[in-house]
């Protein structure tokens, strides 16, 4: 395996063997005296699928106001799920240049609709190239992980199904929850218990390559005092044998995982390690209650140990949203 570490412009660990492009999955470059202070970053949770239009924008622009270190995403920047790869360009095209408009160093992680067609993959493919990779920030190390590893493409009907209620949401955002309910209707409808008990598992999917070059860049950093590692599914959630292997891997360090896909906000430490579910960052909620609400996560690395904050973007407004009120004189 040939793992390429890019000292400059930018720290960055890439498998340069099985991805052989000058493309990459992030914009900017990290300051090259971070690793020697204190820093934080954020974390941002899906904007797709069935976005909620200007919610994502309005995470960029607290961040861009905030001005973290930089940023990670944890999947699903994309609808996807195009059979035109034109289109799925044209998508790309558009939320690029809004996270190239804040000036942040991006950190992108691929999700479902990122993957979820042939085109959609070819597209990644041409704009983005690696579609796993890592950095290491002083006494911290990052891994980026595909959980759609291999692509593995939807029936055609659901994908139908998604495209439509997904153009509903977007006209409708007001009602996008009974939407959503319209979309899990139409799925459940005719299942047996038996299917429905399986529809209701999440899985994914961790290739071979990808868990070789992750033991690799481990076993290079095994001084690293924090591991991140931003995966779109939640691998904890599943029985998937790649994501036990990959935590055997992690086993004896401190790390976080980050991951996001169900558009809801959950935290759970265990002894050296925390699983933190991102919150939605302006995709539709999946009515989960607490933790539903479009967020944004807060990082503060201190002497090499993290600390988070959550930032809930509904709660933060302009300042033009307080014009002076008419007063009255007491008499």
Known sequence: MSIQTERKPIEMIVDSERFQSDKRPWFGQLPEQLGTRDFSFAVMGDRCGMSINGVFEKGLEVLKDLKPEFVLFVGDLIE??????????????YIDAKIQETGLPFFQTIGNHDFGTQAVVDAWSERKGHEYYAFRVGDALYLFVNTEDPFDPLPEDFRILVKRIT??????????????????????AGLTPEQLKEMGKITMKI???????????????????????TMHRPGWKTEDPAFAKLEEMLKGREYTIFSGHLHSMEYTKQDNRR?????????????????????VLWVT?????????VIHLDGVGDIEQYPPAAHHHGE
Do not use: C
């Not at 059979?83 to 790309?92: F, G, L, Q």
């Not at 290739?207 to 590692?229: C, I, M, P, S, Y």
């Not at 690395?301 to 904050?309: E, I, L």
């Open 80 to 93: 996807g799920y195009w059979e035109d790869k034109a289109e799925a360009h044209e998508e790309w095209d």
């Open 167 to 188: 153009e509903k949401v977007h006209e409708d955002p007001d009602h996008a929850a009974d939407h959503l309910k319209e979309f899990y209707g139409e799925i459940m």
């Open 207 to 229: 290739g071979d390559r990808q868990l070789a070059f992750f033991e690799k860049v481990l076993a290079d950093n095994a001084d690293a005092k924090h591991t991140f590692v």
């Open 275 to 295: 699983y933190i579910q991102l919150g939605r960052t302006g995709a539709a909620p999946h009515g989960n209650g607490r933790g539903d609400e479009n967020l």
């Open 301 to 309: 690395m201190t002497n090499g140990q993290p600390s988070f904050r």
